[in-house]
């Protein structure tokens, strides 16, 4: 058994308490108490312990992209550039990117990943030997970097409503429903640890709703997770109307595909009554407010989907930025510029969306919260930065949400494992010279400038 003995800490409710001692065994926190004693062999966490993070919408490849994009264009022509990184990678390289890339996250404070793969297969779609060679590349980087992952493996069969896919988008495809679950039930046999395998339909533009019917209710048989992009542009919207006569939404309820079990990724272009049905039907929406800002895609319903009953969750998606702060301060802040008032989410509201929610949307229920029988997911946030200073035990959590970045991040504890230890990662002996090198490889090798 291992006792950490934190500083203060969050246990729920809008504050924070002091002198916690967190007992944990075998991954699992076993008890939790506060006003504690520390005693010889505890393992202090300085500053704020909160819960570990959770980023539930995850594309680990497009990493890449960050800094590559930003002179000029729309999410189309950005489409076409993910497409050349897409293109550029085989299953060494792609490990060795993730690998870099969850690191980061893990130093972020993100103890879980949801990782939304459609990358399955080689050059032109050809089978790999293994066809299910970029997915264990994908869980082979989650392990050796220390984040808890779920695979979300994404069935992926049109280049737009009726359209064959195309140049990039034939090594996202199986053909159909059949081989793409054949595929995932081998992979899942495949995985053990901390990696979960869950499901997705890319979108109702890359999937009909009959086939993203089908997946769903695979994925909600077994008792998975699954998520699948909604509404994300206009554009999307407009065409999968003038294909099937509804907008998203609709027919993923008339499908039967919305419920518990099911996370809709973006979210963004709603009407009310695409609103009323995710929450009517308790379905998460997962916002991903850096990309979405990133990419122009223009500002969700955040607030009035939580207030139909739909749990809010929070992702990086494009990794434009990776910090669980940023993810959960914009969540408010956007409803702040879009409303012209303050107050729409309370800062619980918003750490259960980076922690509890995000974590409950990619198969881990339990995970998010400082309770025993969580998974002992620990993350201590250094209140003495320049940013941090001055904040007292009264508004430590505020000051945490609403101005705290990933560099205050001192100590990660994921599923028991001491992961970050004073700013250092313990398994990525350099997590920035990793990301360089496989950034610059995949750069290179995707014909990319800068």
Known sequence: MTRYFCELAYLG????VGD??????????????????????????????????????????HRVLRGRTERTGTFWSWREQMYAVASALDPDLYRRLARAVFAEMVLAGFSAVGEFHYLHHAEGGRRYADPNEMGVAVCDAARDSGIRLTLLDACYLEGGPGEPPRGAQLRFSDGDVDTWQGRVEALRTAVDGDVLVGAASHSLRAVPPRAAAEVAG??????????????????E????????????????????????????????HLDPAGVRMLGGSGTTVCMCPTTERALGDGIGPAAAL??????????????????????????????????????????????????AAGHAAIGW???????????????????????????????????????????????????????VEGGRHVLVEDVA?????????VARAAGLGC
Not at 13 to 16: A, L, N, P, Q
Not at 309 to 333: H, K, M, N, V, Y
């Open 237 to 268: 919207n407009e065409a999968v109307l003038g294909a099937y006569g509804a907008v998203p939404v609709a027919l993923l309820a008339d499908g039967g595909a919305l419920g518990r079990s099911t996370t809709v990724v973006h979210a963004t």
């Open 20 to 61: 916690v001692a967190v007992d944990v065994e075998g991954g699992e926190i076993t008890a939790v108490s506060a006003g504690a004693t520390r005693l010889p062999g505890d393992v202090p966490l300085g500053g704020l312990t909160l819960p570990g993070f959770a980023n539930a919408h995850s594309h680990a490849f």
């Open 433 to 441: 010279g990793e990301l360089a090198g496989a950034v610059a490889a």
């Open 365 to 419: 229920p339990r995970a998010g919260r400082l309770a025993p029988g969580a998974p002992a997911d620990l993350v201590a946030v250094s209140l003495s930065s320049v940013r941090l200073a001055g904040a007292g035990p009264g508004c430590a959590l505020e000051h945490a949400v609403f101005a705290a970045g990933a560099p205050d991040v001192t100590d990660v504890v994921v599923s028991g494992r001491r992961v």
């Open 306 to 355: 939580a207030a139909a009953g739909c749990p809010i969750a929070l992702g990086t998606d494009s990794q434009s930025i990776i910090d669980p702060f940023e993810e959960a301060r914009a969540l408010e802040l956007d409803e702040r510029l879009a409303s012209v008032s303050r107050g729409r989410f309370t800062t619980a509201a918003l750490l259960d969306a980076a922690g």
């Open 13 to 16: 409710g809008e504050g924070v």
């Open 218 to 235: 695979w994925a909600g048989a077994l008792g998975l997770p699954f998520h699948v992009h909604v509404s994300e542009q206009p554009a």
